[in-house]
């Protein structure tokens, strides 16, 4: 009777405390788990998303700045296509020449008639970016992010942005 | 006897702090699933913004007929398909639709285009919504009244 008693004496005073400690364990690790998991995934998302909508605001942005006729243009220099936004100065003209290396959309502020050197600021990091002008004015680029997808980036010029 | 009590008075502390525990458990579960959700809401604006304002600027430099795989509606509307990743997709696999709406409005000097885009998801709610206008001078091709 007295080992009967002392048997659930045991079950009720420490089995029973540590099962739940354990059980109390399990389920703080899962949470963890699951915390850190929904984490990673939020922030792959952020991080595939950030750069090419970087790159599209970038390039909405200067382009409505320069919507004139005879100001944006394309161009292929050493190899490298860009897109060209000429400036005026006093007694210069500048280009902003936006361009893709090395998996960064750069851009350089030079004197129109220096000759393409990769030495410009980075903009987003993204894999490619293709950039297209019709005639029609209608210039359109295709921004690949780090992870692969696919942003398109279509904007009407004045005037097809040419003289 | 002594013993007994303080037995249960732990046993009791300790059930006391797993229903604490798992209460916030709950609520942290509910939390994250809240944040994906957001983050995929978020992505899919993102993306909803990018291709809503990319067909508007096709509209402004080519007029409708610029626009490819549109899905002529019966109220004059087009509809854009597209699959969970913002890719174009047929009317059936698609995961959003874009509705442009182009209403040209004839002015003195030209043509008055006010043009909207509404991306919606699968359920039916609202994504993503511009809404804008293109002025076309006669002298540009637009017909005045």
């Given amino acids: ?163 | 006897m002594k013993k007994r009590y303080r037995n249960t008075a732990f046993l009791v502390e300790l059930l006391v702090n797993i229903l604490v525990f798992s209460i916030s458990c709950a609520i942290l579960v509910g939390l994250f699933g809240k944040a994906g959700q957001i983050a995929r809401d978020t992505h899919a604006e993102n993306f909803a913004g990018a291709e809503a304002q990319s067909l508007i600027e096709i509209v402004k430099a080519r007029g409708v007929q610029g626009l490819e795989d549109a899905d002529a509606q019966p109220d004059g509307s087009l509809l854009f398909y597209y699959d969970e990743d913002w890719q174009p997709a047929s009317g059936a696999d698609a995961a959003y639709t874009i509705r442009l709406v182009v209403r040209d409005e004839a002015t003195v000097a030209g043509v008055l285009s006010h043009l909207s885009a509404v991306a919606e998801s699968r359920d039916g709610a609202e994504v993503f919504s511009i809404a804008t206008a293109s002025y076309q001078p006669a002298s540009a091709g637009g017909d005045a009244l």
């Fill in chain 1, 1 to 163: 009777m007295q080992v009967k008693k002392n048997r659930s004496g045991v079950v009720a005073g420490i089995m029973l405390p540590m099962g739940l400690i354990c059980l109390f364990a399990f389920c703080s690790l899962a949470l963890a788990l699951m915390g850190g998991q929904a984490y990673k995934q939020i922030q792959a998302g952020v991080d595939d998303s950030f750069g090419s909508t970087v790159a599209a605001s970038y390039l909405r942005t200067k382009l409505s700045q320069n919507n004139q006729p005879g100001v944006v243009s394309l161009r292929t220099e050493a190899g490298v296509d860009m897109l060209v936004i000429r400036t005026e100065g006093a007694q210069t003209v500048y280009e902003s020449r936006i361009y893709v290396s090395d998996g960064r959309l750069m851009e350089s502020f030079v004197p129109a008639d220096d000759p393409f050197s990769d030495n410009g600021i980075k903009i987003a990091e993204i894999t490619s970016c293709t950039f297209a002008l019709a005639d029609d004015g209608l210039f359109s680029a295709e921004i690949v992010s780090v992870a692969g997808a696919v942003t398109p980036v279509s904007f009407a010029l004045t005037e097809g942005g040419r003289v």
